[in-house]
């Protein structure tokens, strides 16, 4: 495995980002690891992938996607940090009382997994969100994506005891039941 340097992403990169998103759909366990099916994303026109990209990027204050990059330019893995306001309303329905970061769209290319990329990729998501005062970080995982899990708690997450249900507008994913892992700010 050659080496990787972790960054966020530029709004002109959004090609690069949905080249990624799109592969990590046609993963074995997308079932289980995503709330989104790959004929849906496909559809999106080249405007939802920039308007994505540009949310994302350097100059965007409530939501930051970080990327692995291979030594020749190849993007092999990927998270997203949103930030989840004191006071409103999460994507479920719920309320958020604390000022949190949600971590979603994590994906690491199978060939680079089991070493450095995924704790490299969360190391950069958790501390963005401490520098922009987050209070927490929480994230959702299906009660049967055990590897994801694994690499959850190996970056400092542990399960919460809430589970969210998949609310409406998710298609065949809504009525799912998703676990809450949190790493609070030490
Ligand atoms: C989720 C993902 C980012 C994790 O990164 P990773 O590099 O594969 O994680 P790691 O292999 O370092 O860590 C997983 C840990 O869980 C363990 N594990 C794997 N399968 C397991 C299982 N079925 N039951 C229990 N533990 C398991 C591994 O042994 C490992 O722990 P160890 O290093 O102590 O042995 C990556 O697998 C991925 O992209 N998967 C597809 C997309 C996905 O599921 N995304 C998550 C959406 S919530």
Redesign the pocket.
């Known amino acids: 495995m050659n080496g990787f340097v972790v960054r966020g992403i530029r709004a002109d990169e959004w090609r690069l980002a949905k080249a990624l998103r799109l592969e990590?759909l046609k993963?074995s366990?997308a079932d289980i690891?995503?709330l989104e099916t790959y004929e849906d994303a496909v559809a999106r026109p080249d405007s939802f992938w920039q308007e994505r990209a540009l949310g994302a990027g350097e100059a965007a204050g409530g939501v930051r996607q970080f990327v692995a990059e291979a030594a020749g330019g190849e993007w092999v893995?990927s998270v997203t940090v949103l930030v989840e306001e004191a006071g409103s309303v999460d994507w479920a329905g719920l309320p958020v009382e604390r000022r949190q970061g949600h971590v979603v769209g994590?994906?690491?290319r199978p060939e680079w997994?089991?070493?450095e990329?995924?704790p490299g990729l969360f190391e950069a998501g958790v501390e963005w969100a401490w520098e922009v005062g987050l209070e927490r970080v929480r994230?959702l995982?299906?009660p049967e994506?055990?590897?994801?899990q694994?690499?959850y708690r190996?970056v400092g997450f542990v399960p919460s005891g809430v589970s969210v249900p998949v609310g409406e507008g998710f298609g065949d994913f809504s009525g799912e039941v998703e676990i809450e892992f949190v790493r609070e700010r030490g």
């Not at 994506?145 to 994801?148: T, Y």
């Open positions: 990590a993963d366990a690891a995503f893995g994590v994906y690491v997994r089991g070493g990329v995924t994230l995982v299906h994506n055990l590897r994801a694994g690499a190996k």
